[in-house]
């Protein structure tokens, strides 16, 4: 059933706070299923509570649960079905098309870069006692990709893909540390559960996201943009992740200019560290 039929089915039987957001949801184009709740809250003028509401109201379970049978309906199967091309149909030349599109989340990203969040950033993160970064799925794995690259510059970093690890260590922390959460929606239910507990700790929250608006922005003191939009159906998209990764190398090299002598001293012993276990 096409979605938008779907909320004018139910719109008769909506409070009239729910049909604010079925108005916007009606009027709005696909871009929509980029939005995160808090975007979608405001652009309705509603709270939070009110969308997960509407989102139950007409049969679904929560507002991402509503977002993947969005991304579905605009999905190019569904769109080829009505009489459309397929998506890519025009252009056969995938790898320059692909990276067009890398090139292109790249150049968003450092367009939405605020030098001096990042500059307070790069001086928490040196001033810290200890760090941890915090992320699941594909965020998590680049959190292990960051913490990586902090050991390597002689920061004493950690992150965990295990829930109850991570649980453990966001109750550890404490005033001087610094948590990063990393979500591309902003509204993964773990990660800002996580920063949460390492806030009432009194460690300083950094969320790495794409939505300047969302769950985990409300948990930050300071906030740094991505732009690796994908849809639920994209879950993963490299695209993403490289935007993730381009806001912590410029963490990372931030970090390394503030002590070039012991980064260059902390590289050699990590190399030396590791350069027997290569042949």
């Given amino acids: 059933m096409d979605l938008k039929l779907k909320v004018s089915s139910y719109y008769p039987s909506l409070t009239k706070s729910e049909q604010k957001v079925a108005d916007y949801v009606l009027g709005a184009s696909e871009s929509i299923m980029y939005r995160s709740v808090t975007e979608l809250a405001d652009l309705s003028g509603v709270g939070e509570t009110t969308v997960m509401r509407f989102c139950r109201a007409i049969g679904f379970k929560g507002y991402q649960d509503f977002k993947l049978a969005l991304a579905q309906d605009y999905?190019?199967?569904r769109q080829a079905r009505d009489g459309s091309p397929e998506a890519g149909e025009d252009d056969g030349d995938f790898p320059a098309l692909v990276h067009r599109e890398l090139a292109s989340i790249l150049?968003?990203?450092?367009?939405?870069?605020?030098?001096?969040k990042l500059d307070e950033a790069v001086r928490r993160i040196h001033e810290a006692g200890y760090v941890q970064l915090f992320g699941v799925g594909t965020s998590g794995l680049t959190a292990l990709d960051a913490k990586n690259r902090l050991l390597r510059i002689?920061?004493?970093a950690e992150a965990a893909t295990d829930a109850h690890i991570q649980a453990m260590m966001a109750v550890t922390m404490g005033r001087g540390d610094v948590a990063i959460g990393?979500?591309?929606s902003g509204s993964t239910l773990d990660t800002v559960d996580l920063l949460?507990?390492?806030r009432q700790q009194g460690a300083y929250i950094i969320a790495i996201?794409?939505?300047a608006k969302s769950p985990i922005t409300a948990e930050a003191d300071l906030v740094l943009l991505t732009a690796g939009k994908e849809s639920p159906l994209e879950g993963g998209s490299i695209g993403a992740k490289m935007s993730q990764l381009?806001?912590?190398?410029?963490?990372?090299?931030?970090?390394?200019?503030h002590d070039l002598p012991r980064t260059r001293e902390m590289r050699e012993r990590m190399a030396k560290a590791v350069i027997e276990r290569i042949y």
């Fill in 75 to 77: 999905s190019p199967h």
């Fill in 196 to 198: 949460s507990k390492a």
């Fill in 107 to 116: 150049a968003d990203t450092m367009d939405l870069l605020d030098r001096t």
């Fill in 182 to 184: 990393i979500s591309l």
């Fill in 246 to 257: 381009l806001v912590i190398d410029l963490i990372c090299e931030g970090l390394a200019r």
């Fill in 154 to 156: 002689g920061l004493r």
């Fill in 209 to 211: 996201t794409n939505y």
